[in-house]
């Protein structure tokens, strides 16, 4: 099941319970010493930095895929340690990436440090609007280079767990075939370890398959979700040779598709996969281009939330832009209202992630 740390850090208790996170995620992704040091002390600067700049926010601590699949390659998964906070933002983004740079009662590591210690390191802040950070450990040089087309789409997600369990009951995973490459976000019904024992049954049920089109995908996911609670599921395939993405949604996953700038919204048939299936699933196709970025978000993101110019940027590390969606979306006084997960498909930008 998709265990998730949620540290809010308000105190400099806190702080410890970050690191502590970050240790326990680092043990379950087989991490050695040396890099579990490394992502307790990334948490903890980022963290501190919480405190110091912006009077307070949000750790996410996970274990997820790396960035870029390469093809034939077995991934090492890394822990992802997310903050999101809704301070004054950054006023000199590129003196804080300084390394080096460091600020009165840090650790002394800063953001510089921390990026160079991670495998994958990206932010963003707007001054008035407060500062996303993502920063993933695992094994060093476990990316192996891969220049055909299906290397140069990224993924990533954050998962929030309601209220602050143990346990979110979404998921998600992306796997790759060759040239497609395929985005899965399943919310398990419910809350709490059940509806995580489902939405987890979709996530192996789509690795052990990463070759079927979605709507087969959904199909096989069907029968893997057969004696669970079941879970609304939408699955994305980008086909990087045709050129083309290729969608199936079964119940309250939205999906949304930025087009140079204007979105689209790609619709999902009513149902619950593993427990009431539609008898006929409907497959849409659209285009994939440099210039795109995919959306799937659980339904615990409000309704009324809309796309901004931010949530499609191709030059972010697409956990960035899932963590801005979900800290537009909501404030210190109106949190998540239920386990809330947004993942994103984005094209590499031409120099590279």
Same mark, same amino acid.
């Given at each position: 099941?998709?265990?998730?740390w949620?540290?809010?850090?308000?105190?400099?208790?806190?702080?410890?319970?970050a690191?502590?996170?970050?240790?326990?995620?680092?043990?379950l992704?087989?991490l050695d010493?040396?890099?579990?040091?490394?992502?307790?002390?990334?948490?903890?600067e980022?963290?501190?930095?919480?405190?110091?700049?912006?009077?307070?926010?949000?750790?996410?601590v996970?274990?997820?895929a790396?960035?870029v699949?390469?093809a034939?390659a077995?991934?090492?998964?890394?822990?992802?340690?997310?903050?999101?906070?809704?301070?004054?933002?950054?006023?000199?983004?590129?003196?804080?990436?300084? !390394?080096?740079?460091t600020?009165?009662?840090?650790?002394?590591?800063?953001?510089?440090?921390?990026?160079?210690?991670?495998?994958?390191? !990206?932010?963003?802040?707007?001054?008035?609007?407060?500062?996303?950070?993502v920063?993933?450990?695992?094994?060093?040089?476990?990316?192996?280079?891969?220049?055909g087309?299906?290397?140069?789409?990224?993924?990533?997600?954050?998962?929030?767990?309601?209220?602050?369990a143990?346990?979110?009951?979404?998921?998600?995973?992306?796997?790759?075939?060759? !040239?497609?490459?395929?985005?899965?976000?399943a919310?398990?019904?419910?809350?709490?370890?059940?509806?995580?024992?489902a939405?987890?049954?979709?996530?192996?049920?789509?690795?052990?398959a990463p070759h079927?089109?979605?709507?087969?995908?959904?199909?096989?996911?069907?029968?893997a979700?057969?004696?669970?609670?079941?879970?609304a599921?939408?699955?994305?395939?980008?086909?990087?040779?045709?050129a083309?993405?290729?969608?199936?949604?079964?119940?309250?996953i939205?999906a949304?598709?930025?087009e140079?700038?204007?979105?689209?919204?790609?619709?999902?048939?009513?149902?619950?996969?593993?427990?009431?299936?539609?008898?006929?699933?409907?497959?849409?196709?659209?285009?994939?281009?440099?210039d795109?970025v995919?959306?799937?978000?659980?339904d615990?993101?409000?309704?009324?939330?809309?796309?901004?110019?931010?949530?499609?940027?191709?030059a972010?590390?697409?956990?960035?832009?899932?963590?801005?969606?979900?800290?537009?979306?909501?404030?210190p006084?109106?949190?998540?209202r239920?386990?809330?997960?947004?993942?994103?498909?984005?094209?590499?930008?031409?120099d590279?992630p």
């Amino acid at each position: 099941m998709p265990r998730v740390w949620d540290v809010p850090v308000h105190d400099s208790t806190r702080v410890r319970d970050a690191r502590v996170a970050a240790e326990h995620a680092a043990a379950l992704a087989g991490l050695d010493e040396q890099r579990t040091s490394t992502a307790a002390l990334v948490a903890t600067e980022l963290a501190t930095n919480l405190l110091k700049h912006a009077g307070g926010g949000q750790v996410i601590v996970d274990v997820v895929a790396p960035p870029v699949l390469a093809a034939g390659a077995r991934h090492s998964p890394r822990v992802q340690i997310a903050t999101v906070d809704h301070g004054p933002g950054i006023a000199d983004v590129s003196a804080a990436l300084r !390394d080096g740079f460091t600020t009165t009662g840090s650790l002394g590591a800063g953001l510089g440090t921390c990026a160079r210690l991670a495998e994958d390191f !990206d932010l963003h802040s707007v001054p008035g609007r407060g500062t996303v950070v993502v920063a993933r450990v695992g094994v060093p040089g476990a990316r192996v280079a891969d220049t055909g087309p299906a290397g140069r789409v990224r993924a990533g997600a954050v998962n929030v767990p309601f209220g602050g369990a143990e346990y979110s009951g979404d998921a998600w995973a992306w796997v790759r075939d060759g !040239d497609l490459v395929t985005l899965m976000l399943a919310d398990g019904l419910g809350h709490g370890p059940e509806a995580a024992r489902a939405s987890g049954a979709a996530v192996e049920a789509l690795r052990a398959a990463p070759h079927l089109p979605p709507a087969e995908a959904v199909r096989r996911l069907d029968r893997a979700l057969s004696g669970t609670r079941g879970a609304a599921v939408a699955v994305a395939q980008v086909d990087t040779r045709a050129a083309v993405l290729r969608f199936t949604g079964v119940g309250n996953i939205g999906a949304r598709l930025c087009e140079s700038g204007a979105w689209r919204h790609l619709v999902s048939r009513p149902g619950i996969v593993g427990t009431h299936r539609p008898s006929t699933l409907r497959e849409e196709e659209v285009p994939w281009a440099d210039d795109r970025v995919l959306v799937l978000h659980s339904d615990g993101l409000p309704s009324r939330w809309s796309p901004t110019s931010d949530t499609c940027r191709i030059a972010a590390d697409p956990a960035v832009t899932a963590a801005v969606t979900i800290r537009d979306a909501s404030s210190p006084a109106r949190p998540v209202r239920d386990d809330t997960a947004v993942a994103v498909l984005a094209p590499t930008p031409p120099d590279g992630p």
